[in-house]
């Protein structure tokens, strides 16, 4: 993906994860793309609404699927 604060491609290796520093939590976590995460890498934490680009869907299946609404039901629920 490409978010708009940063100038380049980001691949997501995670969701709904919270920062350990601000304590705030985001919709996703990423590394910088091709490198991935290495030893003294970067991630970057980010809202689906600071996605200006998606490059690739990555794997898709019933798994994921399931998963996004799980998520979406929690998200609903804490706004409650």
Avoid: W
Avoid at 2 to 10: A, E, G, V
Avoid at 11 to 21: L, P, T
Avoid at 59 to 66: F, G, I, S, T
């Amino acid at each position: 993906v490409m978010i708009r604060q940063s100038d380049r491609r980001l691949m997501v290796i995670g969701r709904d994860q919270r920062d350990k520093k601000t304590n705030e939590t985001f919709d996703y976590i990423a590394c910088y793309f091709p490198e991935g995460v290495q030893e003294n890498s970067k991630v970057l934490h980010f809202n689906e609404e600071d996605i200006v680009l998606v490059f690739s869907l990555g794997y898709l299946n019933e798994d994921e699927l399931r998963l996004r609404k799980q998520l979406e039901k929690i998200r609903k629920e804490a706004e409650s």
